[in-house]
């Protein structure tokens, strides 16, 4: 169990960020520095999941999860305790004696070159974002084979969206409606549209 200024986590995670190749690792912290940067609305964790899949390493989406929450907090502590890399990894080092090397060495490197563009932000909360909505996919699907239902063949909307949460992870939602529902939907997004052009 390791604690960084209130904030404690179990070791397992440390651990599962040392499973990283240093690459991918870096890769991912790139990302959260990204979002924290206000570059992208939030770090995709399905697709951070898929990445670490396809390089071998077996983590299931709460494990990545973890690992993106464990990391953007300590850019963000470091931020606001203006820590240089040194007194970073110093500090994760005391805190853990489960951080590798390598996941330590790829910590160093990304603070030092992009940590200074946190510190030049006027105001470290304004990292901490509220939900965004970041895609919206739907299509018309046709219903044709059912357990529970017997009359089908009728269309419906199925859509998927894409939300960044407030603490920078990236969710899908799906859900299903019927074509007068999206309709009434439509008529809503027109209705906001149309005030939000008053504004």
Same mark, same amino acid.
């Given at each position: 169990? &390791?604690?960084?200024?209130g904030? $404690?986590?179990?070791?397992?995670s440390?651990?599962?960020?040392?499973?990283?190749p240093?690459?991918?690792?870096?890769?991912?912290?790139?990302?959260?520095?990204?979002?924290?940067?206000g570059? *992208?609305?939030?770090?995709?964790?399905?697709? @951070? $999941?898929?990445?670490?899949?396809?390089?071998?390493?077996q983590?299931?989406?709460?494990?990545?999860?973890? *690992? =993106?929450?464990? =990391?953007? &907090?300590? %850019?963000?502590?470091?931020?606001? $305790?203006? #820590?240089?890399?040194?007194?970073?990894?110093?500090k994760?080092?005391?805190?853990?004696?489960? #951080?590798?090397?390598?996941? @330590?060495?790829v910590?160093?490197?990304?603070?030092?070159?992009?940590g200074?563009?946190?510190?030049?932000?006027?105001?470290?909360?304004?990292?901490?974002?509220?939900?965004?909505?970041?895609? %919206?996919? #739907?299509?018309?699907?046709?219903?044709?084979?059912s357990?529970?239902?017997r009359?089908?063949?009728?269309?419906? *909307?199925?859509?998927?969206?894409?939300?960044?949460?407030?603490?920078?992870?990236?969710? $899908?939602?799906s859900?299903e409606?019927?074509?007068?529902?999206?309709?009434? %939907? &439509?008529?809503? %997004?027109?209705?906001?549209?149309? =005030?939000?052009?008053?504004?």
């Open positions: 169990m &390791f604690e960084l200024v904030m $404690s986590s179990d070791d397992y440390v651990e599962s960020i040392g499973q990283l240093p690459d991918l690792f870096a890769e991912s912290c790139q990302q959260i520095m990204m979002h924290l940067q570059q *992208i609305p939030g770090v995709d964790t399905a697709e @951070l $999941s898929e990445r670490f899949q396809k390089a071998g390493v983590l299931n989406l709460e494990a990545v999860e973890k *690992i =993106v929450n464990i =990391v953007l &907090f300590l %850019f963000r502590t470091a931020t606001k $305790s203006n #820590w240089t890399a040194g007194q970073l990894v110093t994760l080092a005391e805190g853990s004696s489960k #951080w590798s090397k390598p996941a @330590l060495q910590i160093q490197q990304i603070w030092n070159e992009q200074k563009l946190l510190h030049s932000q006027e105001d470290p909360s304004r990292m901490i974002t509220v939900g965004q909505l970041v895609d %919206f996919q #739907w299509k018309l699907v046709m219903a044709i084979s357990d529970t239902c009359s089908l063949n009728y269309p419906y *909307i199925s859509m998927t969206l894409k939300v960044a949460n407030s603490s920078g992870q990236i969710t $899908s939602k859900f409606m019927t074509i007068p529902q999206f309709q009434n %939907f &439509f008529r809503q %997004f027109k209705e906001m549209a149309a =005030v939000l052009e008053t504004v």
